[in-house]
């Protein structure tokens, strides 16, 4: 009974941040691009205050859900699992140590001066964000993959059929 739950929860947690970071990537990034500068700012700052506790939580329950499959699971589950956890933690890396520098760059643009090259670093921000988007749509992509074929994928147990 455990197994499917933590799978569940995996499940649950690694589509919740590539949701998250996707829906961002595709409809927050136009709307970005298509409205005047200092609203842009002022938006961006706002989201941030909101996005930032909930998907933290989010990259945290994906790492630690992952994780904890990764241990209940053996052969290719194990490897699918560990990796999607890894792929949830390059996306907290990466925005810890790429978009939020320069989300506090954001929110002090948003009340001051902007500087000359501030399309250059949104466009690092872009990357930034497509990148996290990326780890965390290919980390849930894994967990699929070990939720419909996981037990297909593990092989035969030595103490019988699998019961997970």
Known sequence: MLVPTV????LLSTGLLAGAFGY???????????????????????????NGPVV???????I???????VLTRGLPRLLAASAGALAVASFLVTRFGNVPINARI???????????????????ELFNNLRTGAAFVAFCL???????????AGPRADGPSGA
């Open 56 to 62: 933290q939580t989010v990259m945290a329950l994906a």
């Open 64 to 70: 630690l859900s992952s994780g904890a499959l990764a």
């Open 107 to 125: 929110k002090v643009w948003a009340v001051g001066t902007v500087p000359p090259d501030h399309a250059e670093i949104l466009a690092r921000w």
């Open 143 to 153: 967990i699929v993959l070990v939720a419909v074929a996981g037990d297909r994928l």
């Open 24 to 50: 961002g990537a595709v409809n927050l990034v136009h709307g970005f691009r298509t409205v005047p500068l200092d609203v842009r700012l002022t938006f961006h700052t706002a989201l941030m205050a909101v």
């Open 7 to 10: 799978r569940g929860f995996a």
